[in-house]
């Protein structure tokens, strides 16, 4: 069984920047999915960027194309999302996870998801 930590979060001004880590314990294999969401007080978690792990293959979700970036690194087990360019509605704790079984159409779906981590928040003030 796979674990999930997370790090990285904290307070960052509007158009600060902020790298997120999600170091993964255990064996990694090529066909699993990292994926990060994002849930703010009152809403619903939120899916953000995921990568596959064998290819670096990435997916974004509109609200964040060409402002964060999902990376991985085999050798450290460790997926990153560098946020650029964040704004007041970044808000949230943001959560890394794990999809064992990837299916075709579920990589922005949270409950397709296997493992999470604890979350960290991030808090861009105005």
């Known amino acids: 069984q796979v674990q999930l930590v997370d790090s990285g979060g904290g307070l960052v001004q509007t158009g600060g920047s902020l790298r997120l880590s999600c170091a993964a314990s255990?064996?990694?294999?090529?066909?699993?999915?990292m994926g990060w969401f994002r849930q703010a007080p009152g809403k619903e978690r939120e899916f953000i960027a995921a990568i596959k792990w064998s290819t670096a293959s990435t997916d974004y979700a509109d609200s964040v194309k060409g402002r964060f970036t999902i990376s991985r690194d085999n050798a450290k087990n460790t997926v990153y999302l560098q946020m650029n360019s964040l704004a007041p509605e970044d808000t949230a704790v943001y959560y890394c996870a794990l999809d064992y079984i990837p299916r075709m159409g579920t990589i922005d779906k949270a409950n397709a998801y296997d493992v999470w981590g604890q979350g960290t928040q991030v808090t861009v003030s105005s």
């Open positions: 255990g064996r990694i294999f090529g066909s699993y999915v």
